[in-house]
């Protein structure tokens, strides 16, 4: 008879998530842990976090847990900027996540778009194929507490008035 065995382990990044740096971990028994230092592709190539991303990770730490003021502001920016953006007519991917992608579906558009924008001095990025599926092209829109209703408004309204000018709404 088969004996099932589980194994918990956790990977995870501390680069978008925490403020755009680099490295990773990955969390889970001594034994596995160590057998993956040794075998695993990504890790034979990786290096060590700079002290500098390790300290900069640790004050996002320090500052999340101190207060869920950021916290609180990124989710309230995230969902005014989505909703304005629905409304408006755009398809959105994700449900509440800050970082929004706008889905346009098509590499030459996502790239016109994001061109206008910054033009418009929106800075967002379009993303297309090889870095997502061919045919899911999107404009990725990362909101911030450091955002103002204010600039998040002038954003929407940006992409409001391009969208219109290149058909997509």
């Known amino acids: 008879m088969l004996k099932q065995h589980f194994l918990s382990l956790q990977s995870s990044g501390i680069n978008a998530e925490y403020g755009g740096a680099c490295g990773g971990y990955t969390t889970g ?3 596995v842990v160590e057998l993956l230092r040794q ?6 190539f990786s ?5 500098a991303v ?3 990770a640790l004050k996002v730490f320090e500052l999340l847990t101190a207060s869920s003021e950021l ?9 005014h900027f989505r909703t304005r953006m629905t409304e408006a007519g755009f398809t959105l991917s994700g449900t509440e996540h800050p970082i929004v992608p706008v889905m346009l579906y098509d590499a030459a558009l996502a790239s016109s778009i ?6 418009k001095g929106i800075y967002v990025i379009g ?6 599926p061919k045919g899911l092209a999107r404009i990725r829109v990362q909101m911030s507490g450091a955002h103002t209703l204010e600039q998040i408004d002038r954003c929407v309204d940006a992409f409001i008035e391009v969208g219109r000018e ?3 709404i």
């Open 47 to 51: 290096n060590t976090m700079p002290p």
């Open 39 to 44: 075998r695993s592709r990504p890790y034979l």
């Open 114 to 119: 994001a061109d206008e924008l910054l033009k």
């Open 71 to 79: 916290p609180e502001l990124v989710a309230r920016n995230t969902s």
């Open 54 to 56: 390790v300290g900069a």
């Open 166 to 168: 290149k058909g997509v």
């Open 127 to 132: 993303f297309s194929f090889p870095v997502v």
């Open 29 to 31: 028994p001594k034994e």
